[in-house]
């Protein structure tokens, strides 16, 4: 939300979003979960079995049906867990948003405590909504982890 005391910054077109705070956090928290779910996927597809790999290609079949069929599957298979983690980390992370003025569970708190004194009720309020929300997250992804991981599952 800084970029804006760079006279080059609002001068260009971008400054239309940029002036925005809640472009500004939307933006960085996509780079911040982009890079994470990309590096997630990226070892996830590394760490397929070379066994599948060549399984498949002695069933003769072309690269990107390999892709399609085996690599893509397993490794998203894989990832889920990692994933159901990035998704709670930002998650909490979104609480950073109440410092460049945009409202959220954590600045409707502090809001609670500027104005009517109410330290306790704002702030745990807001520690049981995101508890609640991140009980849901939580469990959609052992259901999701239960679902797709089930072969991995001890007899």
Not at 38 to 43: A, D, H, Q
Not at 67 to 86: F, H, T, V, W
Not at 130 to 138: E, F
Request: charged share 15%.
């Amino acid at each position: 939300y800084g970029l804006g005391q760079f006279e080059v910054v609002r001068d260009s077109i971008f400054w239309t979003y940029l002036r925005s705070p809640w472009w500004c956090a939307l933006i960085a928290f996509s780079l911040n979960s982009g890079a994470y779910a990309t590096e997630i996927i990226r070892g996830a597809v590394a760490t397929t079995p070379k066994g599948q790999i060549e399984a498949a290609m002695a069933l003769g079949l072309r690269k990107w049906q390999v892709y399609a069929l085996i690599i893509i599957p397993s490794a998203l298979r894989r990832a889920l867990p990692q994933y159901g983690n990035e998704v709670v980390f930002m998650l909490h992370g979104s609480s950073i948003a109440s410092i460049i003025t945009i409202q959220d569970i954590l600045g409707a708190g502090r809001t609670l405590n500027a104005r009517y004194y109410l330290a306790y009720e704002g702030f745990l309020t807001a520690a049981v909504f995101y508890m609640a929300v991140t009980l849901v997250c939580v469990l959609t992804f052992r259901a999701l982890e239960r679902r797709f991981l089930r072969h991995l599952a001890p007899r």
